[in-house]
């Protein structure tokens, strides 16, 4: 293996984030290296959740720059960022939960989908072609998340674990270089914090897929991060592996110390 460090698919160049009074985000910056998982965390309230609707592009910033892919998204619009290469998951599940499990994959597939309307409304030979294909790469995942057997069903009549999994599905059929997944173990049980574990290692090893994971189970982060970046009142307090963050300090400390700063 080379000992080349890996080319960043993200950079964050110092985001800047207020909300009136408040400083969500302070000049914050770091590379997230390609085709790996990188964690995000800290405290509550400490920016991860603002830092994601930046690179979604629902929020703006004030000030710095994002680069992905060697791009700045800064002036990209929302709807773009599924065709460069970004999707997401939510803390609340964001489906259309009266649409069969199929349907919610296809829509996922169609939001990257170089076909237009007219085209798709005609059923133009390439268009009809095209259809073929996201059935098919639909069909495909649905068998990798284990979903074939629900295809039809509505998925508001899920368990809620296999709704995720049906999020995640929908995420991945736009083909994304990066994954964003906001806080995906909220809500599951221990053998589906397992599996997800092993779906974002797999995401990673087997689809090529950059993951930045926002997470309070700090088990799941640890073990499936290769880079840690540490938030705390909207500034990076550290990054680095996840030995390194464990032991770190000022990591610590913002986990640990409201009392120390209560006594001091
Ligand atoms: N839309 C908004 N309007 C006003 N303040 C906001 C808004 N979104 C976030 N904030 C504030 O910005 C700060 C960072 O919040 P954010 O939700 O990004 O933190 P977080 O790390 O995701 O927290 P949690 O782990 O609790 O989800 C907080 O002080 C929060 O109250």
Redo the contacts with the bound molecule.
Sequence with gaps: MSNQPASALLSVRDITVR??G?V?LDCVSFDVPRNKVCGLI????????????CLSRL?SYQSGDLQFDGQSITNTPVHEMPRIGVGRTF?NLAMFKTMTVRQNVMVGAHSCSNKGFIGNMLKTPSSRLEEKRLTDDANALMDYLKLSEYADNIVGDLPFGIQKRVEFARALAAKPKMLLLD?PAAGLNHTEMNDLGTFIRSVRDDMGITVLL?E?HMNLVMAVSDWIVV?NF?KKIAEGTPEEIQQHPEVIRAYLGDGDREAA
């Design positions: 909300f009136g408040i969500a800290g405290p509550n309230g400490a920016g991860k959740t603002t830092l994601f609707n929020y803390q806080e926002v309070h938030l909207g």
